[in-house]
């Protein structure tokens, strides 16, 4: 695998993971799913932050990792 699309495929999956984080806050605040379903309602909910968090932050740092390897090798490059 290429490393754009591997960067691409970090974002994809940062992006999935907020979107996770924004699914399991809106199911508490807004959508009152523990309140509705009991217990049941607590564990989706925090089923979709913990997943969410699973995949935003390791890949986060790992885009990162990646974005200052390339630059260093574009700056390496050059002089």
Same mark, same amino acid.
Do not use: D, W
């Given at each position: ?7 691409? $495929? !970090?974002?994809?999956?940062? @992006? +999935?993971g907020l979107c %996770?984080? $924004? !699914?399991?806050?809106y199911f @508490? +605040?807004?959508?009152? %799913?523990?309140?509705r ?21 390791p890949t ?5 990792f ?8 574009k700056?390496a490059?050059?002089?």
């Amino acid at each position: 695998m290429s490393e754009s699309a591997l960067i691409k $495929l !970090l974002k994809i999956v940062i @992006i +999935s993971g907020l979107c %996770l984080l $924004l !699914l399991g806050h809106y199911f @508490i +605040s807004y959508a009152n %799913l523990p309140q509705r379903l009991g217990v049941a309602g607590m564990i989706i909910s925090a089923g979709c932050i913990a997943i969410g968090l699973i995949l935003s932050l390791p890949t986060k740092m790992y885009l990162t990792f990646l974005l200052v390897k390339r630059e260093n090798e574009k700056r390496a490059k050059h002089k």
